[in-house]
């Protein structure tokens, strides 16, 4: 009988270490954080290329990242690429109305996400509102194209 | 001191107990049943003899309902047991119990819960009834000192007794015994004979008994069915095969080694086998 | 040459036999609601197939997180991205190896054990005299060793990952000297609970269902003899070495392929 109480120790500490292993990898790998996901608002920006940007790409407000990609669609009046951000709410009515809105790559093979830099302007950027001054994806293989067409036109 | 017990020769008149009729049963190419008749009467004990490797175990195994015959039936008490549902079959087999030529105890339990385990499944007892169900099932086998045993501790003779104490836990009609005596000294031998007879007559049990020790069987069996080439050859009471004319069946009862049963496999003529061997392929 | 296909046919017939007989065995143990017994059984073999493994397991993990970190590093400080590395260790064991290399070891500790212990149960008829006493040995003895091994192998793939990504950490942070802040920030930036921890979750219960059904099968199956037992317990570890192997390739597909 004493050994199959050890037995049942064994095992319940077994399954316990298993779910505290789970919350572990939930917690400190994933980062998930225990709080509800929080508020966030939706900003919009059109791209006219976002090269490889993909959907739950991070956006960052200098350096830090203040939330995702939300959706990415085409804008089929002007045929550009139209992405939906989700910031965190406390940004809400604080960014201005000239923010610019870049898609960088993290390092030179890294992956892309969108960086925010703030204005001037006094008016601020609501739910739901537009960023009119973006930057396109740099596409390398462009970029060494013009290099090229310009290195043989000189 | 079994004479007293052999004078029970009456025609068996009642009811059989088990009927099987008509068997036929093949392992893959092989046919191992050609038309098996039997009847088991209440109260007897019937051996089935015959020489090794004509499946009397198998017939054990299609009496427990664990096989199916490719024709022909098993009835036991009147219910076919080869047409009966999962649940039903299991609910038959609480009512036979059956001895394993290697005594097959659960290696994890110990002795005292290999005994118990069917008490357990099958009835709602409380523990202090287990428990005297359970010593006075070991104690009818001698071995009611040994129960906090594993059965890794047990001699041959010893785990069969056990398992004889598991098969009768739940007092069943019909015991089922896989060649009891195979592979035992001299003395535990005396000892399972003495113990299968004294329980067939003490707790009134329908006993099968499958087996190819002629001396012992014949000194116990009220019935004897002798099988060979998938038939039954001969069937009788002991007295009755002991002077049976049929060669086989003598050559058989008598143990003599040659035979209509040969001493040797199917092979080409030795001498020219002999000649042969320089002719290998 | 007739001869040829007709025994190609035979050996496909006898495949098909296997298989159905082999799923007909699985759903007849593993449905039905367990007894209180069922539970302590249940109970007893999760220690078995679970807690004992786990030293195996946990041991394994340390040395995989380890030699990821390591290999890793070498390559990713190449492009001055070994900040990258916590990043590389985690998706590399939550995705991949975790649930694979636990799966194989799951299957070389436990599954060949519980084909080994079916079959000697088998082997000295107590799964007959089982039967014969009116319990259903695919209950009392397959059932609760398929569930064990069911929730132990994703517990188990849980603490191989953790262990990993230590073992990750003791490399690249406390001896390569990579920025422990960067470590972890990169990994938890790239890692999703519900695509990387998640998707490695199904794998791993994905390989537990079909590591434990291919030992018990194996063990329930087996010709009851003792060459029969040692064939049974070789082909446990092979052919659940390859399923998982073959099974992992399908499931990344579907789960990170762009198969959806």
Known sequence: ?154 | MFDNFLEGHEPMSDTPFVVVEGLHFSRGEKEIFRGVDLQIHRGKITAIMGPSGTGKTTLLKLIGGQLYPDAGRVCIDGEDVHRQSRKALFAMRRRMGMLFQSGALFSDLSVYENVAFPLRVHTDLPESMVRDLVLMKLEAVGLRGARELMPSELSGGMARRVALARAIALDPELILYDEPFVGQDPISMGVLVQLTKRLNEALGLTSVMVSHDIKETLTIADYVYVIADGRVMAHGTPAGLDVDQDPRVSQFVHGEPDGPVPFHYPAVDFFTDILDAGGRR | MIRHITHLGRRGCELLEALGRAGIFLFLSAVGVPSREGWYLWLRQMHFVGVLSLAIVLVSGLFIGMVLALQGYTILVDFGAEQALGQMVALSLLRELAPVVAALLFAGRAGSALTAEIGLMKATEQLTSMEMIGVDPLRRVVAPRLWAGVVALPLLTIGFSVVGVYGGYLVGVEWLGVFEGSYWGNMQASVEFIADIGNGMVKSLVFALVVTWIAVFQGYDLVPTAEGISRATTRTVVYSSLAVLGLDFVLTAVMFGGLS
């Open chain 1, 1 to 154: 009988m004493k050994r199959s109480k050890m037995m049942e120790l064994g095992v319940g500490l077994f399954m316990l270490a298993g779910i505290l292993g789970l919350v572990f990898l939930g917690l400190r790998v994933s980062g998930l954080t225990l709080t509800a996901p929080s508020d966030t608002f939706r900003l919009e920006a059109n791209f006219a290329n976002i090269g490889s940007l993909k959907p739950r790409a991070r956006v960052t407000l200098a350096g830090v990242t203040v939330g995702r990609v939300a959706a990415i669609e085409l804008d089929t009046d002007w045929y550009d690429a139209r992405v939906i951000f989700e910031l965190d709410a406390e940004l809400e009515d604080r960014l201005s109305r000239d923010t610019t809105a870049a898609i960088l790559t993290a390092g030179l093979l890294g992956e892309q996400y969108v960086g925010l830099s703030v204005g001037g302007d006094p008016e601020t950027l609501a739910d739901g509102d537009t960023i009119r001054d973006t930057q396109s994806a740099v596409v390398l293989e462009e970029l060494i194209q013009q290099f090229v067409s310009n290195l043989i036109s000189d």
